[in-house]
């Protein structure tokens, strides 16, 4: 992981060192099948950019920049949930994990309801059975 952080970086700051290099080599290079393949367009674009390489390589760097800087941060987040969530199901080690809202089993059965289901000692509590429910949690895979 040190390397990839450590590569990008250097990655990184060479774009930035070099661009003013690069971008206008990069242009003239590829400026010709631009021009064959897009016209008049490309041929514009590219007598523009080779009279003026200093701003078409700070242009390139800028959009380089923000283009790292979003990849690094989705990246970066991505690692961050997937290691939550790892850390998470250490923790926890269910697969399916039931709760209720304000208790861990209703008090009395609706009449609006259908039928109730057999439900064990949950039904025979008024409150609930609190053993039921840490057994409960504690399925194993």
């Known amino acids: 992981m040190f390397l990839v952080?450590?590569?990008?970086?250097l990655a990184f700051f060479?774009?930035?060192?070099?661009?003013?290099?690069?971008?206008?080599a990069l242009v003239r290079v590829l400026g010709w099948p631009a021009r064959r393949l897009?016209?008049?367009t490309a041929g514009l674009a590219v007598a523009n950019?080779?009279?003026?390489?200093?701003?078409?390589a700070a242009t390139a760097t800028a959009l380089v920049i923000g283009i790292g800087l979003v990849s690094a941060f989705v990246i970066g987040a991505g690692s961050t949930k997937a290691g939550i969530e790892r850390s998470v199901d250490q923790q926890v080690g269910v697969d399916f994990l039931v709760t209720g809202i304000g208790g861990d089993c209703p008090r009395r059965w609706p009449p609006s309801w259908p039928p109730a289901p057999s439900w064990g000692s949950c039904m025979s509590s008024a409150a609930g059975s609190s053993a039921t429910s840490r057994s409960a949690r504690r399925i194993r895979r």
């Open 14 to 24: 060479g774009i930035v060192l070099y661009g003013p290099v690069l971008v206008p």
């Open 5 to 9: 952080a450590a590569g990008g970086i």
């Open 38 to 40: 897009f016209g008049a």
């Open 49 to 56: 950019a080779v009279p003026n390489p200093r701003r078409v």
